[in-house]
């Protein structure tokens, strides 16, 4: 099945077709896609680091279509193909669409993977903590901890009942292949009532400079950081991942859209995936805004400030940033910062975009 689709003419290099290879029911109300493209020579564009998402296009009535967010659940370092793990949202198009209608052959759009939910180090002890369909960057970040580094991982993974446990099979494989160096601890809500600070802190004693991965609902990670900084942890090691619905549809916006750039503003030096360029941006506009005037294809999804694809180190001036959804304060330390949300407050600036 091909699915027609706005998309398939966007003139972003960003854009590409993923075909469905395979659909693995992992519970009752969730699956997993596994992906190729169908253009091999596009492989290359699928490059993607453990804890990243991908953006799909979901058709929605007569040529028309909503963007989602999926983190894949696959890991770059052991899995030949990527994929995506869905979990149905009560009420929600997009997660039922996929689940009720994903099939072997059947080709999507999407964005080249993105996001900052990537550890920066592998050398620490980990402890990663999951709920529900917060499990798949985790997954991923699991896997490529455990094949290719060497530190321990405790993975705590709160889920209702073990009917809704994703990969239950996959994570006993690895406890048997991984016995002393992976410790996975399940909070059933169904044994323990909803998790608490308390609960939590009780699971696990964690090294104290160990990093944190956290996702799941803004409740649940709340607690889990509360959890983690009782425990020992610095705030800057506890990294979150947010799940929201986009509003944006990022599929119906090329570099093509943009308006012709004026030559007023703050100059600013970029270096965009290897590429150098300079530019003007213009008073109270974003640095993403100006990007794309410029005819600069920078990477974006949401627009809103929540998912991190249009992240940029900022090496040199200062930025304003309007809205910050997804970065955390280590991050903010690093120079790390949203173009869509960054207005420059410096005489000039200097940014990078890997
Ligand atoms: C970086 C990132 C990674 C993600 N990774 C994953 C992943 O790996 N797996 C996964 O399953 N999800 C993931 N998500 C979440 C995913 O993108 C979707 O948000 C999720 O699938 C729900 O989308 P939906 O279209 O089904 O629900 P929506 O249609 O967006 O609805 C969401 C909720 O809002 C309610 N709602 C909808 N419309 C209205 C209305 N008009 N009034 C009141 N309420 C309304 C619905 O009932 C539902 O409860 C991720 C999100 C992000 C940002
Ligand atoms: S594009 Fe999503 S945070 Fe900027």
Request: negative net charge; hydrophobic residues 40%.
């Amino acid at each position: 099945m091909t699915i027609s689709s706005p998309s398939a003419t966007a003139t972003s290099a960003r854009t590409l077709r993923l075909r469905v290879e395979n659909v693995i029911e992992e519970t009752t109300d969730a699956v997993t896609l596994v992906f190729s493209t169908p253009d091999t020579e596009r492989l290359a564009a699928f490059d993607y680091r453990p804890g990243q998402f991908v953006t799909l296009e979901i058709p929605h009535e007569k040529d028309s279509s909503v963007a989602r967010c999926y983190s894949l659940s696959s890991s770059p370092d052991c899995d030949d193909r990527p994929a995506i793990s869905v979990k149905r949202t009560p009420g929600g198009y997009a997660s039922n669409w996929l689940c009720d209608n994903a099939a072997v052959g059947m080709t999507l759009s999407a964005l080249r993977p993105a996001g900052s939910f990537v550890p920066s180090r592998w050398d620490k002890p980990l402890v990663l903590v999951a709920a529900g369909s917060g499990i798949t960057p985790v997954l991923s970040i699991l896997k490529t901890a455990l094949e290719v580094h060497q530190e321990t991982v405790v993975l705590i993974y709160a889920n209702r009942s073990t009917e809704s446990v994703m990969f239950a099979s996959t994570l006993a494989d690895l406890l048997q292949r991984y016995p002393t160096r992976l410790e996975v601890i399940h909070w059933l809500e169904s044994d323990h009532g909803l998790p608490t600070a308390t609960g939590l802190r009780n699971l696990v004693t964690p090294s104290p400079d160990s990093d944190a991965y956290l996702c799941g609902p803004a409740v649940f990670m709340d607690l889990a950081h509360n959890a983690l900084v009782a425990a020992g942890l610095s705030p800057d090691a506890i990294h979150r991942e947010i799940f929201t619905s986009i509003q944006a549809n990022p599929f119906h916006t090329s570099v093509a859209d943009s308006q012709p750039a004026a030559d007023v503003g703050t100059p600013v030096t970029a270096e965009v995936e290897g590429a150098d360029y300079t530019f003007r941006c213009p008073p109270d506009t974003v640095l993403l805004d100006a990007m794309l005037d410029h005819g600069i294809d920078a990477p974006f999804v949401c627009r809103e400030g929540n998912c991190g694809a249009c992240a940029f180190t900022l090496k040199a001036g200062e930025v304003d940033m309007r809205v910050n959804d997804t970065l955390d304060d280590y991050e903010i330390g690093k120079g790390v910062r949203l173009a869509c949300q960054s207005v420059p407050v410096s005489d000039s600036i200097a940014i990078v975009i890997e």
